[in-house]
């Protein structure tokens, strides 16, 4: 049936309902990390979902988050999908983190303290551990560039890494 129409509505995409059970010994068993017990999504669709108490309350978080793809979709001339077609994985655009390119890298190794991590202009402090809050991270920033960024709400990086240029000691390697 899909063939026959180009605009869909979620009634016409296959809907997995995942029931969750909380893992007790998880170090990302914190009230940040909130289980909710349902999970709806669009089969072979990864980066929509839906989640709720009930399945009722899943599935109407999903119909919100597949009107709003979709029509953030629609803006940007990108077709809708058709039913039963695996969804292309899209990657946030890494524009803004480019321009530190060089202190993306040291603030991954000294920061972060990873080999590597691939980040976006959507990425946030909150992405790269499991505490309750980002303290620890912005205390590690105030110690490696002596800025702060406690006052960053999003916490996101491109933000956080422009005030590290602006006013931190960081020199790019020649």
């Known amino acids: 049936m899909s063939f026959r129409k180009r605009q ?31 999970i709806a999504r669009i089969t072979r669709w990864w980066a929509i979902s839906g989640k709720g108490e009930t399945i009722d309350e899943a599935m109407a978080d999903l119909q919100i988050n597949f009107q709003t793809t979709m029509a953030n979709r629609r803006a940007g001339g990108k077709p809708q999908i058709r039913p039963g077609l695996l ?12 321009r530190n390119h060089e202190l993306s890298e040291d603030f991954i190794h000294r920061v972060l303290d990873l080999e590597w991590a691939w980040i976006s202009d959507e990425s946030s402090l ?9 303290t620890v991270l912005v205390n590690r920033i105030r110690e490696v560039y002596a800025v702060d ?3 960053i709400e999003s916490a996101r990086l491109p ?12 020199k790019a390697p020649l």
């Open 126 to 134: 909150a992405d790269f551990h499991a505490e309750p809050d980002n």
């Open 159 to 170: 933000e956080i890494l422009n005030r590290i240029a602006a006013l931190g000691n960081f």
């Open 87 to 98: 969804a292309p994985v899209e990657f946030a655009s890494q524009e803004l983190i480019e």
């Open 8 to 38: 869909w509505e979620l009634s016409d995409y296959p809907i997995d309902i995942i029931e969750q059970t909380p893992d007790l010994n998880s170090s990302y068993n914190q009230t940040r990390f909130t289980l909710p017990r349902y």
């Open 149 to 151: 960024v406690s006052d």
